[in-house]
């Protein structure tokens, strides 16, 4: 059985800091990455990465601000979040997949996306 964990979210003020951290089992993954999801909004890419080659992909709104990164160990990743902005705030998701344009694209399985990790930034 697939499972994707987020933690590391909460509450923040605008220009703050926060570090997600997301840990997938049950499968081997070549790729992962993070959406969110603000209500009343679609979901929307915020960065992916490959494991072996390192490659990353990023959201046009968070280019420059977040960037992802993996861990020693497969199929745990991060996202660190720095200047913060009140519109980042939503529920951010863990997604792994086998090609890293599957993730950028939306179209990963719905078994392999995380229950979400709250992210509010106060303005």
């Known amino acids: 059985q697939v499972q994707l964990v987020e933690s590391g979210g909460g509450l923040v003020q605008a220009g703050g800091s926060l570090n997600l951290s997301c840990v997938a089992s049950?499968?081997?993954?070549?790729?992962m990455g993070w959406f969110r999801q603000a209500p009343g909004k679609e979901r929307e890419f915020v960065a992916a990465t490959t494991w072996l080659g390192g490659n990353k992909e990023y959201g046009n709104s968070v280019k420059g601000r977040f960037t992802i990164s993996r861990a020693n160990a497969r199929n745990t990743v991060f996202l660190q979040m720095n200047s913060l902005k009140a519109e980042d705030t939503a529920v951010y998701y863990c997604v792994a997949d086998f090609q890293m344009r599957t993730i950028v694209a939306g179209t990963t399985p719905d078994d392999y996306w995380g229950q979400g990790t709250q992210v509010t930034v106060s303005s």
């Open positions: 049950g499968r081997t993954f070549s790729a």
